[in-house]
């Protein structure tokens, strides 16, 4: 594991987002990065500070739903940490069930794989 701040990440991270790196790249501004990257964020954070991915349920929150789900780390230490929590102004997962989801699981969907493989190489040019 690279030696790197959460806030560095987070920095960084929001500087590489795009469209493209998106889930829902027609939802996505400037001014907004993060916006529909939480389940790649949540795997390139893995790579960086170890721990496990959670996963909860969007399905009841009428303003989300059509992203499904939302992705965060729970660090070797216990911490919660959502680097992707900006993207919403009104939800935190404190409001959702997490269920632990494997890395192999998210990657198996083509265009998240997709996703996750040019955000890692822009934040590792970066």
Known sequence: MITMSKEEFLTKLKKVCSPDTSADPDGWLTNNPLWGHCAVAA???QDYFGGDIQKGSLKKHEKYAHLHSHFWNQLSDG???DFTSEQYSDLTIKELVPRQQTREHILGHADTSRRYLLLKQRFEAF
């Open 43 to 45: 795997i390139l954070a």
């Open 79 to 81: 911490e919660k940490i």
